[in-house]
């Protein structure tokens, strides 16, 4: 069985988030507040599994669920299953044919503790290229460990909360200092 692939960072992810950012703003239109490039491919310099990641922000109070059909009729595959333990997302997969990589995009409500821990991070490793590379060497320690990726999600789940109680910290110690 094939192991999970960390490929080196490709330049070309930002402008693919860009392409689907722009497809999906089209798609659902008005209850869409804002449009994120998250995860690994958004981090430049960063290795990662070939998917772009994309978060979908709804304005709050929009009916989730109102996006289902839609992403699905752009052939994004709409995964279910993951909303027994995260009720907050909507989650679709899929490589639309004219697209040369994947993508998963997440859908929730701008503000929710997902949308802020994601940006976070996120934010967090754009900031600091050395964590940003203590990430990859971690992902790329762990990867020919799996094939399942939701096992290999789960096995950096430690690691991420580290870096993210760091970002918190930074984050507090800034507001402190602004004040």
């Known amino acids: 069985m094939p192991t999970i692939v960390i490929e080196d960072y490709d330049p070309e992810w930002p402008a693919l988030y860009e392409q689907m950012r722009a497809i999906l703003a089209e798609t659902l239109g008005g209850v869409v507040e804002r449009i994120e490039h998250v995860g690994s491919t ?22 989730l669920n109102g996006c289902v059909e839609p992403l699905k009729n752009l052939g994004l595959e709409y995964i279910p299953r993951y909303e027994v333990d ?16 994947a993508y998963n ?25 050395e964590a940003a590379k203590a990430y990859e060497a971690h992902k790329r320690e762990l990867a020919p460990r799996f094939t399942n990726s939701n096992l290999y999600s ?26």
């Open 42 to 63: 958004s981090v430049p310099g960063l290795g990662a599994k070939p998917i772009v990641d994309v978060m979908v922000g709804l304005h709050p109070g929009i009916d």
């Open 86 to 101: 995260m009720p907050y997302r909507r989650f679709f997969h899929g490589r639309p044919p004219e697209f040369p990589y």
């Open 105 to 129: 995009v997440h859908v929730v409500h701008v503000g929710h503790e997902f949308w802020e821990n994601h940006l976070l991070f996120r934010d967090y490793l754009r900031a600091h290229p």
């Open 154 to 179: 789960d096995a950096k789940t430690e690691f991420i909360r580290g870096m993210e109680a760091a970002a918190e910290e930074e984050r507090q110690q800034r507001r402190s200092e602004q004040t």
